[in-house]
């Protein structure tokens, strides 16, 4: 990868890991950024859907099942919008879950930086399969 390629990944990686505070969820705050043709065009960020309480944990601290991971989110945003997201790039503070996998290839994301492993690889061994390119890029 060329230098000027790692400095945009890290600078982007930064700035979802901004996004990331806005989260309510107190488990874990996690952060995503689509970005084509070095134009952010989509971001999300985990959470309850438009409409609910800003409250990701239920009673015995635990993501209650209707949580939308931040990949999930930036991908349905970009869906509201008349962009599209084929070829982007997704910046996404901890690796993809296999459902928000799932979806990157479906909205042709081509490439995929992530911040640090969750316990559960399956999400970025399904995107390999996929031929999407994924890397990890730790916070430096």
């Known amino acids: 990868m060329d230098n000027k390629q790692n400095l945009l990944d890290q600078r982007y990686m930064r700035m979802a890991r901004i996004w990331a505070e ?4 107190e488990r874990r705050k996690v952060g995503a950024l689509l970005v084509k043709n070095k134009m952010i ?3 999300g960020y985990n959470g309850t859907p438009s409409g609910f309480e800003n409250k990701c944990e239920d009673e015995n601290n635990q ?3 209707y949580v939308l991971h931040a990949e999930a989110n930036a991908i349905s945003k970009i869906a509201r919008s008349h962009n599209s997201s084929d070829g982007a790039t997704l910046y996404v503070t901890a690796s993809p879950c296999i459902e928000c996998s799932k979806l990157i290839i479906q909205a042709g994301i081509k490439r995929v930086i992530y911040g640090e492993e969750y316990r559960i690889m399956d999400g ?7 031929g999407i390119e994924v890397l990890l890029l730790k916070d430096e």
Do not use: E
């Not at 806005?22 to 969820?25: P, R």
């Not at 970025?124 to 996929?130: G, N, P």
């Open 124 to 130: 970025v061994d399904l995107l390999k399969r996929a």
């Open 63 to 65: 993501s209650k099942p």
């Open 41 to 43: 065009i989509s971001d």
């Open 22 to 25: 806005n989260s309510y969820c």
